[in-house]
Structures are given as C-alpha cells and as structure tokens.
RNA sequence: GGAGAGAUGGCAGAGUGGUCGAUUGCGGUGGUCUUGAAAACCAUUGAGGGUAACACCUCCGGGGGUUCGAAUCCCUCUCUCUCCGCCA
C-alpha cells in the first residue's frame, strides 16, 4: 500500500498519477489525511494520559519501597478516572486507525511516470518487437487439437479426475513441460538468481504482503479447514520471505528464482479465452524475484525485462513487449511490461510474462526495509516477473512449429527433452 | 491425534509484580594501539509513533484480563521442541 508519508508529502502527486488509472481519488486521500490528523491528535491526548499514570505508578512504587504505605494509597485514588480515559482514547485512537487502514488498503499503487494513462488493455503501448510470424501451410491447427492428435496434454481426462482447467500433461507432452521448467531455472540460475522450491500454500499474512488479500479474495484458492490459501504465483512464498526483515544495505540486491505450480479460480472468465492451455486454473511457472534498493529499481526492471527477452529469442518465439496504461496495471504493481507470444495456429498474442517493478508498495505492506550506510532505515523495491509462465509457451511452440510432418521442438531444449520433434 | 516443555533485542542467554526497553556474552560499527593485521582496551549498537528539536508514548510470539503498576500473574490463540501414536 501507499506509505502515509509520501500521502503527506505528495497528495497531487499521487492523485495525478492514480489518475492514469482512471481512478478520482481525491476524497480518498483528503479523508485519509484528516483521519491521519485526527489519529496524530488522539494519539497525543492517549500519550499524555499514559505519561501521567506512568509518573503516578512510579510514585506509588517508590512510596511503597519507602514504607509509607498511608500516602502511597492516597496517590492511588489520583489515578482513578486515569484508566477509563485511557481506555477510551485507545478506543478512539483503534476505530481510527481500523478506518485510515481500510481507506489506504482500497488504494491502488500510485503509477510509475512512464506509465501511459488507458482504462484498458486496448490503451497499452507497444514499445518493441520481434521475430517474423510465421506462415503456416493449409491445415494448421490450434494446440490444443495438436495436443489431442499427438497425445500431449489431455484436458478432457482433467475435467473428469477434477474439473475444467487441469489438464493432464502425458508421454512427450509432460516430457517438454519438466524439459522447459528445468531450462527456465537453469537460465536464471545463470543470470544470478537463488533457486527455491518454495511452499505451495501460504497464510493470509503472506496474502496481505504481496497484495493478493484483501484486495483479490475470490482469485486464489482457500483452504479453510486450515485457513491457507494455494498459491496464485511463487511471488507470494518468495517475497514473503523478506515479510518482517531488516536488511542489510549492502546485502542488496536479492535475487530469488523459483518453479512452483499456480493456482488461480479466475472466476468470471469465459469463452476462447480459456480454450486448451490459454488460461487453467493450475498452470507451471518459473518465477523470478528482485529486492532492491530504492534507485536501482528501474535498472534492475529492465534487466529482467532483457532476461526474458533472451529465454523467448532462445526458443525462437515471436513476442512483443508491451508497457501497460495505467488501467490495465495491477492493483500492487506500479509499472509493468507485458510479453507476449504470437501463436500462429490461433493468430493471437498470448501474454507470457508480466514483469513489474512494485517500489515500496509490498515493501509497505511486507514491512521490507533496509538499513542504509546513515543508520537510517528505508522501506526496498520489489520486482518480480514471469520466466516464464509455461502453457502459453507450450501452446506457441506447438502452434508455431507445426507442419505435416510434425512438432519441431526448439533447438535449445533438445538436451532438455531428449527429442527434436513430436510426431 | 495424545502428553509435556518453551517463545525475550542480529545470535546466545539472564530476568518471576515497581526507574526493565530490559544484566551479560558473542556479533556489528567507530576509535586507541600497530609498518599492517591480530589480540587487547574504550565507546557505540533494536523497532515504531510523536516533535522544529527535545519531551513523551508503544512494543519482551499474537489477542484479551488482573493490578496504581506486568517481560514477570491469569485466560486464549499461534508457533517451536521432546516423548508416544500414525504415516510418505
């Protein structure tokens, strides 16, 4: 969330540049610093009652060690009164606060400068490309026939074990999923990240970190016997491991990479959207996560962004690169690019990453500082992206490599997979 | 699942009702000494709120209670460890 700080310090600003969102918020963040002022004021006025019940204690104490046991209870009864007034400015000071907390976790994150203003994604800028589209000969088919003509991935059998969106993956189709996962990690293992294998459920602290709670409740998957919730992304495991945590200046910045499957309910979607591998509720991918300090996070961005611009030239897709307006960046996010593949057997651009830079909006939430060289502590950035997000690779892949006799399979997974082609 | 023990500052570990935000050791930082380093010695070293700056307030796993006063007593939740059971 927004810190109450730069609220303060830039409440135009701020109202500007949420405004790309296609957001008004100016009452709210008026409401917010007349309910921060009143809680400043209240806080006082609870202070100074401590600070009087505290010196009376102290007496008290003190008389008591003296013996003088007759003028210590005469100070006793001064402190009637003390409590209740206490009591009630506690009150006050909570029901303020639970409101200044509600008002400031319903705000998204305030974009970034080079954030186009757009309410959707038809407003999003194009700012690079590459690769030739390829052209297929007669009879090409979408995956998710290739997956059935060649045994790869069987949805129908998901449906029966479990439900519309988890598919089984089967023989060589399974075989180029672990072959993709394994050469994602090994990239990022090469490009410095710490692999993890982290949990698959979190709590709801973890959830309110990086964003997902309370904001997004009905995306991901509850377990309530146990009140833990299936992990949309490994974001959520991996950033959360700097939840609470003091770092060090010079032990940023913190590079982590990890395979996890995800689950998401993606409630509300419909149509060819969800055909075949484009959208599942569990899906495989490899993430990468940044904490940094706050003046390299930009840089740092736009090495991830190169990152998987390399691992997409690597396995000769087609993408562009996409920098999302204001409305169709997400709530925690304040700048994210898009990569997305063009698959030729739908001709449609598949989003295969989202790489975004969060700047202190999970630090906020997570409490993630560091402490600087000045003694002073700050809160860090934290960017994460997908690298990448498997299904849609698969689909793009399948699609793409086509021809009558088969499935090229991209040359540099072939030591992964064992195999050139799918016939 | 059953029984027991525990949760204190970066770590270790004191503290069982009254200047305790907390003894001490290690670690960190700065300094003295040294050609340099080590050792030794000295100093410093938690977080948050609040203030122009002080003052002041809060925090000893979370929440609630008793008391003039709680790290210390009571209730409750969570987590960790040990033993038993079950089990990949």
């Not at 598919?167 to 990240?193: C, M, S, V």
């Not at 897709?317 to 996010?333: E, K, Q, S």
Request: hydrophobic residues 35%; contains cysteine.
């Amino acid at each position: 969330m927004l810190t109450l700080s730069d609220i303060r310090a830039k409440r135009n600003e701020i109202e500007a540049a949420l405004a790309k969102r296609m957001l008004e918020v100016g009452n709210t963040l008026d409401n917010i610093l007349e309910l921060d002022e009143q809680r400043r004021q209240t806080q006082a006025k609870l202070d100074d009652t401590l600070a009087e019940s505290n010196r009376l204690s102290k007496s008290i104490g003190q008389l008591f060690k003296e013996g003088k046991r007759d003028e210590a209870e005469a100070l006793k009864a001064q402190t009637s009164g003390l409590k209740e007034r206490t009591q009630e400015l506690r009150e006050e000071q909570s029901t303020l606060e639970g409101s200044l907390e509600q008002l400031l976790f319903s705000l998204p994150n305030a974009p970034h400068e080079l954030v186009p203003a757009g309410k959707s994604d038809a407003d999003n800028e194009e700012v690079n490309r590459y690769g030739e589209l390829p052209q297929l000969g007669e009879g090409a088919l979408p995956h998710w026939e290739l997956c059935q003509q060649y045994n790869l991935i069987d949805f129908d059998l998901g449906a029966k074990v479990t439900g519309a969106g988890f598919p089984f993956y089967t023989g060589k189709g399974a075989r180029l999923q672990r072959a993709l996962i394994q050469f994602f990690l090994d990239e990022a293992n090469d490009a410095g990240y710490t692999e993890f294998i982290p949990p698959f459920l979190v709590n709801e602290a973890s959830g309110i970190g990086t964003g997902q709670l309370p904001d997004k409740e009905g995306q991901m998957y509850h377990m309530p016997a146990d009140d833990l919730y299936l992990i949309p992304t490994a974001e959520v495991p991996l950033t959360n491991i700097y939840r609470d945590v003091i770092l060090k200046e010079d032990e940023l910045p913190k590079k982590l990479c990890g395979y996890t499957p995800c689950f998401r309910r993606e409630a509300g979607s419909y149509g060819k959207d969800v055909r075949g591998l484009n959208r599942l509720h569990q899906f495989d991918k490899v993430e990468i996560v940044q904490v940094v300090h706050p003046e390299r996070s930009q840089a740092v961005l736009d090495e991830m962004v190169a990152h998987v611009v390399s691992l997409l030239k690597k396995l000769e897709l087609p993408f562009r690169t996409l920098r999302l307006c204001g409305g169709d960046l997400g709530f925690a996010a304040g700048i994210t690019y898009d990569m997305e593949v063009y698959s030729a057997g739908q001709d449609r651009w598949l989003e295969v990453s989202s790489i975004s830079n969060f700047m202190t909006f999970q630090a906020n939430r997570l409490k993630c500082r560091y402490k600087g060289k000045d003694g002073k502590t700050q809160l860090v950035h934290t960017l994460n992206g997908s690298a990448l997000a498997l299904p849609r690779i698969v689909a793009a892949i399948l699609e793409n490599n086509q021809d009558a006799e088969g499935i090229r399979i991209p040359e540099v997974l072939h030591r992964y997979t064992g195999f050139d082609a799918i016939h």
